[in-house]
């Protein structure tokens, strides 16, 4: 069965970048099934959809982000990543990955992020 | 973006059934067949329910149903249990390629 784990610091300070790492095992990142996704959650609100990629690299982010959002996909470790830049208060939340096929999304637990000095 | 519409709130006794709705616009739920909903208990992440409008995972009760009307979609639960007590949100794609959830129903089982 597919899993995801999510991986990265728990505390990055305002203005650095926030970098996570998804890994997927029991099954393949390198397939045209899915699409691979990031989510994140501030304490208390609605989730929010941050980006997703495709195994060739394509991407497609949140345009509320995009200035300062990147992901990558590694399909030789079959893990997919997030780099957020300029980060700050309000970038603190629970940041998920997913697996995505049409509006079915499979999500990782979760790894909470905060930023503060 | 803006986030898709649910109420604050919804409440029913045990047994009985209720309806949270999620209501966007022709850009999102009224243009897309790709509708989900996650029920989230504190603490927890958000675990999938519904899938493209209408479809349940496996091992996902099937008190649980979804259904779409122009750009109103809608969660069912019928024979509620206590333990259906969560917040619910909905996500739509959009016709930006991007998706959107709505702003969360917090469930209260009487």
């Known amino acids: 069965q597919l899993q995801l784990q999510e991986s990265g610091p728990g505390l990055v300070k305002p203005s650095e970048s926030l970098s996570l790492t998804c890994t997927v095992s029991?099954?393949?990142?390198?397939?045209?099934?899915?699409?691979w996704a990031w989510i994140r959650q501030p304490p208390g609100k609605r989730p929010e959809w941050v980006g997703s990629i495709f195994y060739s690299g394509s991407t497609y982010y949140n345009p509320t982000l995009n200035s300062r959002v990147t992901m990558s996909i590694d399909t030789s470790k079959n893990q997919f990543s997030l780099k957020l830049n300029s980060v700050t208060a309000a970038d603190t939340a629970m940041y998920y990955c997913a697996k995505t096929t049409g509006s079915n999304f499979y999500w990782g637990q979760g790894t909470l992020v905060t930023v503060s000095s | 973006q803006s986030a898709l519409t649910q109420p604050a709130s919804v409440s029913g006794s045990p047994g009985q059934s209720i309806t949270i709705s999620c209501t966007g616009t022709s850009r999102d739920v009224g243009g897309y067949n790709y509708v989900s909903w996650y029920q989230q208990h504190p603490g927890k992440a958000p675990k999938l329910m519904i899938y493209d409008v209408s479809n349940r995972p496996s091992g996902v009760s099937n008190r649980f149903s979804g259904s779409k009307s122009g750009d109103t979609a809608s969660l069912t639960i019928s024979g509620l249990q206590a333990e259906d007590e969560a917040d619910y949100y909905c996500s739509s794609f959009t016709t930006s390629t991007t998706w959107v959830f709505g702003g969360g129903t917090k469930l209260t089982v009487l």
């Open positions: 029991g099954g393949s990142i390198s397939t045209s099934a899915y699409y």
